[in-house]
Structures are given as C-alpha cells and as structure tokens.
C-alpha cells in the first residue's frame, strides 16, 4: 500500500489494482495549485463528508474515471443527481467489500453540509483493511471516547488524522486519540491549508514523540509505502 499526500485531507491511496482517492480538494487548494486534477486516475473516491474542502473535485473524477464515489447515503445522492455513476451509498457500521479491499464506515464527530447548503448525512471516517495493511482515515473529527472501539476492530498499520485545530482536533487530542485506537504512526491532515489551521511542526512532531508516537507531516506530493 503507498500513500501519497495531496494537499489538506486529500489522500492518494495506491493497492496493486486499485487506486483511491479519499476526500479531493485540490483544484481550489493554491497550496496543491502544481498538481493537475485530470492526470489522477482513481479507481474509487472515498469521501468522509460533504463539506467543500474535501469534494470538491470529486465530480470531475468520478466523471473522467468513471469511479464510483464511496460515502454516507446522502453524499452519495447528491452526487447521483449530478450524473455521478455507480456510486455507493454507506451508513455508520456497514461494510463495502471489493476483491482489493473492505471498508467500514466509522462514526466522526463534526457536522457535514453539501457545497449548496444541501443536507450532508452523517460524517463519516473509515477502516480500510487489505491484505496486507490496515489503515483508519478518521476525517474531520473531535476525539470521542469511542474511538477506542477502533482500536478493537484491526491492528492498524497507520492512522490519518486531522490536527489543525478550530474545525477538529488539535495535536494533543490528536495524540490521545492515537493512543485510544493502539496506532503509533500517524499521518497528520487538514493543517496549514488556511492561516486559521496553521499548526507549529516542531512542536507537534515533538508532542506526538513524548508519547511514543510518530507524526508524519508530509511535503505535498510525498508518498509512504507500508
């Protein structure tokens, strides 16, 4: 599994067949602004919310790609209505299985609306289990004591977590919420993409080491490979 970080929350997940793109926000990122949106080729779209900064461009790849968008009901209708096919419509606890992966929706804490002010569902984040690794993509969330439940479900390879605080966790709930779901490497989003979400990267790498845990905070265009 690679995984390439593209800006804010958006997350190029690589498996042997299969390509994803989780929650695209690129075309209006200026910090993303050297990436061309039509060269990404994903098989599937995995969207956590409805909110602007995580689907914005997730009409225009799932119409070049003809990739279904895999995300709560409601998001998934509205991208229905604009001719997005195939897509696949999930709620909190259920499971969407491929030949290449299976996908639990998981609860999030924090609100969801669609670019139109349309209603958004629930926010969602999701565990992705492969054969090989195992990964939880929290979306935008606070940290909640259920997390821990998480944790319970697989031993994760790798945790994306927001940490910019104001619309979702900060570093130090970031922090605990690693230590809630037993995963030690994280990869930190939605972050610096706004002067309102600017974090101190010394100090939050430091804040995640004096608890036994890595923060990973990517250039743009960086992959890992687990």
């Known amino acids: 599994m690679k995984i390439k970080y593209l800006g804010h929350s958006t997350i190029e997940v690589s498996l042997e067949g299969c390509n994803i793109i989780i929650d695209p926000f690129i075309s ?8 061309n949106v039509s060269d990404l080729k994903p098989d599937y779209i995995f969207l956590t919310h409805g909110h602007e900064d ?33 897509g696949v419509g999930m709620n909190i606890g ?3 299985k491929t030949e290449f992966f299976s996908l639990k929706m998981v609860e999030a804490k924090h609100s969801s609306s669609m670019p139109d002010g349309s209603y958004g569902g629930n926010p969602a984040g999701f565990i992705l289990q492969t054969e090989k690794s195992n990964i939880y993509i929290a979306g935008d969330t606070a940290l909640f004591s259920d997390m821990k439940l998480i944790g319970e479900e697989c031993d994760l390879d790798l945790a994306i977590l927001p940490i910019g605080d104001l619309f979702t966790m900060g ?36 804040t995640f080491k004096e608890e036994n845990q890595t923060l990973l905070l ?9």
């Open 171 to 206: 570093i130090r709930d970031a922090s605990k919420s690693a230590e809630m779901i037993n995963c030690s490497k994280v990869l930190g989003v939605h972050y610096d993409t706004f002067p309102v979400i600017e974090i101190d990267h010394k100090q939050a790498i430091e």
């Open 94 to 96: 259920g499971t969407f």
């Open 28 to 35: 209006p990122n200026p910090k993303a602004n050297h990436i």
């Open 54 to 86: 995580h689907v914005a461009d997730a009409e225009l790849l799932s119409k070049n790609n003809n990739a279904p968008i895999v995300s709560n009901f409601e998001v998934n209708n509205w991208f229905t209505a604009k001719g997005c096919e195939n």
């Open 218 to 226: 990517l250039p743009l265009g960086d992959t890992i490979e687990l």
